[in-house]
């Protein structure tokens, strides 16, 4: 399955943004502050509306922000449409907080013509027509928006017919688990590795959050360990990437873990007093790096931003992936070979980065880059290259690619317009 | 008549393509104390375009021989040896050599299992039954074998591999089974032989 296309209307920058993509390793170009971080964040969307809501408003017309999404979607040679309105906030952090979101979807395998209300939790694994395990809270929560078709219990018969059951619930399934592959990636996670804690600890194998500010290095290391314990496939891929018989970035990874013994009392009325114990432990990683073991703090910037951006890249199950300038803090050879890694890995997951470097431009193809503008009346806009531009200016862009230079450098010689 | 010590500047399309032919420079002569430079950027349309001013610039460091190297990628040969040709029409230096692998340099490198298994530490010799020179993108064929034989646990990272597995490679498994290789075989060992 991939995304074809994508629209967004009234979400920061985009007041009405829409623009086809292709399956290939795709680039978002254009100066700061037109909208690339937007565009990228608007597209997470679909995979936080994914995620279950426990929470509905009420008046959430006038309280919240409200925007809307649409999305084509592809799965052999099937389309399907979703359309979602969403409500929602933003925290302190400028972070989206899902309140909730209504979606309809069009399957071209099935009434084609008709927009269908599904909410999202019909989508998930559990979910099958004979039993619904929504509570009952929930249930009667659901609300439809106006003119869509149907109650609760109309879906409910949907499901329960043949033809149903067999064209749009396999491909239910299909979205349901592309949409939460989604991940988004931005290497300011991952900035200052001053911020990233020497230890970490785990309680009852659970991972004890110590500080917010380096939620990213923490969460890091927290997944580099198990990973690591695992040993399993994907992260032996991801140490011989990174290790010696790969980019050479570290010699070697170990983790020493000691328990600390914890117990805390409990007291009861009447004033009995039970000794609960239990297990945590402290786990240090260790990089060793020419010879010399490092705690995570004392890698340079570009190592442990491309430690954590290819350990993403590699091991993890994403079916998207969004990626916020992979080029920042890298010098250009280490670089060229993660360029030639997010090639590789797009064969695997489709792939978007935004990006400023022309370099990184130099290994895209004009047809894969999506140019972004931010424009006083429309806000943000996003088009691709190809139709930015004349049918005689593409062709002359072509040209210079054959015969003189790569799209990086006709970039920067001004062979497009950027703003 | 004291010979110069040869020096070697590699012209390429790529950086990974100099650290590739430097190490099967080593190989030939059995020598790793020959002096190599190399200039490379992005990209065929590149080389073509800057090799007339590298070349200059590569004497001016003290190279007395010159290596360009371009893949032809399905390309006529005749016609890019020419286009190289005429943009080295003032090259300083006189011994030089412009030498085109079949479709890819990656073909040279497929013509020796072994290699490739040593260079990258794979647990099995991987396995080509194929005429090296006939497979249409060998970079591609070399990413597919280099998973297959590591059952996933390895990916080809070109910019890496490519010199790892030259390093170990035997020059006559390439001599054997890539045409191409020759005339460049034949210009390193000439020219080099003290
Ligand atoms: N929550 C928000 N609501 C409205 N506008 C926003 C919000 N967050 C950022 N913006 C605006 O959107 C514009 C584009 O920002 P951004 O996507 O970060 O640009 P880029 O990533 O291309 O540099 C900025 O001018 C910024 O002021
Ligand atoms: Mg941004």
Redesign the pocket.
């Known amino acids: 399955m991939n995304l074809k296309t994508f629209d967004v209307h009234s979400?920061?920058?985009c007041q009405s943004v829409k623009f086809p993509l292709n399956r290939d390793l795709t680039g978002?170009i254009?100066?700061?502050?037109?909208?690339?971080?937007?565009?990228?964040?608007s597209i997470f969307l679909l995979r936080k509306i994914s995620e279950f809501r426990f929470k509905y408003a009420n008046n959430r017309d006038t309280e919240y922000n409200t925007c809307k999404i649409g999305a084509v979607f592809e799965h052999n040679g099937i389309s399907i449409q979703l359309k979602a309105t969403i409500y929602l906030e933003?925290d302190e952090r400028?972070n989206d907080e899902i309140i909730s979101s209504d979606f309809k979807w069009k399957f071209s395998n099935y009434n084609s013509k008709e927009w269908l209300t599904i909410p999202i939790e019909f989508f998930s694994n559990q979910f099958n027509s004979s039993s619904f395990h929504l509570p009952v809270s929930i249930r009667s929560n659901i609300r439809f928006s106006k003119g869509s078709r149907g109650s609760f219990f109309e879906i409910y018969k949907l499901f329960h017919t043949k033809e149903f059951k067999k064209n749009v619930q396999p491909l239910l399934h299909e979205v349901f688990e592309f949409i939460n592959g989604i991940n988004y990636y931005s290497a300011t996670q991952f900035s200052d590795p001053g911020r990233c804690p020497v230890s970490i600890e785990l309680e009852e194998d659970r991972f004890r959050r110590r500080t917010h500010s380096s939620s990213g290095h923490e969460q890091f290391i927290f997944d580099l360990y198990n990973s690591h314990k695992q040993n399993d496939k994907e992260f032996i891929r991801y140490f011989n990437t990174i290790g010696k018989v790969g980019i050479g970035l570290i010699d070697e990874l170990s983790f020493e873990t000691l328990p600390i013994p914890s117990s805390t009392y409990k007291v009861r009325s009447g004033g009995q007093i039970k000794q609960k114990n239990f297990e945590r432990q402290l786990i240090v990683p260790i990089f060793t790096i020419n010879g010399k073991k490092l705690s995570p703090n004392q890698l340079s910037e570009g190592t442990f931003k491309t430690l954590a951006l290819l350990y993403y890249l590699i091991t993890d199950k994403s079916t998207l992936l969004l990626i916020?300038e992979p080029e920042v803090c890298i010098h250009h050879g280490l670089l060229d070979s993660i360029i030639k890694l997010l090639i590789s890995q797009s064969k695997h997951k489709q792939i978007i980065i935004?990006t400023h470097s022309d370099f990184v431009l130099d290994h895209l193809s004009p047809e894969n880059i999506l140019l972004?503008k931010?424009l006083e009346t429309k806000g943000?806009t996003v088009k691709q290259l190809s139709k930015s531009m004349s049918s005689d200016e593409y062709r002359a862009l072509k040209m210079y690619l054959k015969e003189s230079g790569n799209l990086g450098e006709y970039a920067r010689e001004g062979g497009f317009e950027y703003e | 008549m004291s010979k110069r010590k040869p020096r070697v500047g590699i012209i390429a399309e790529d950086r990974s393509d100099i650290e590739c032919v430097r190490a099967l420079i080593f190989r030939i002569t059995n020598d790793n104390k020959i002096g190599v430079d190399g200039m490379a950027k992005n990209g065929c349309t590149m080389l073509v375009r800057k090799c007339g001013h590298w070349a200059v610039n590569l004497h001016e460091k003290g190279c007395n021989l010159l290596i360009v190297i371009h893949d032809s990628d399905g390309k006529d040969p005749r016609a890019i040896h020419n286009r190289i040709e005429l943009a080295l029409h003032a090259c300083p230096i006189v011994k030089k050599i412009i030498t085109i692998p079949v479709e890819e340099i990656e073909a040279w490198l497929l013509a020796d299992p072994n290699a490739i298994k040593k260079g990258i530490n794979l647990d099995k010799i991987p396995k080509i039954n194929r005429n090296v020179e006939q497979i249409s993108s060998p970079k591609e064929f070399l990413e597919d074998i280099i998973d297959k034989t590591s059952n996933r646990e390895k990916i080809y990272i070109n910019s890496k591999h490519n010199a790892m597995i030259a390093r170990n490679i035997d020059i006559e498994k390439i001599k054997e089974k890539c045409p191409s290789f020759l005339p460049f075989l034949k210009f390193v060992q000439e020219n080099t032989v003290s």
């Open positions: 979400y920061r920058s978002l254009g100066i700061n502050g037109s909208g690339k971080t937007n565009v990228l964040n933003m400028n916020e935004s972004v931010y943000t």
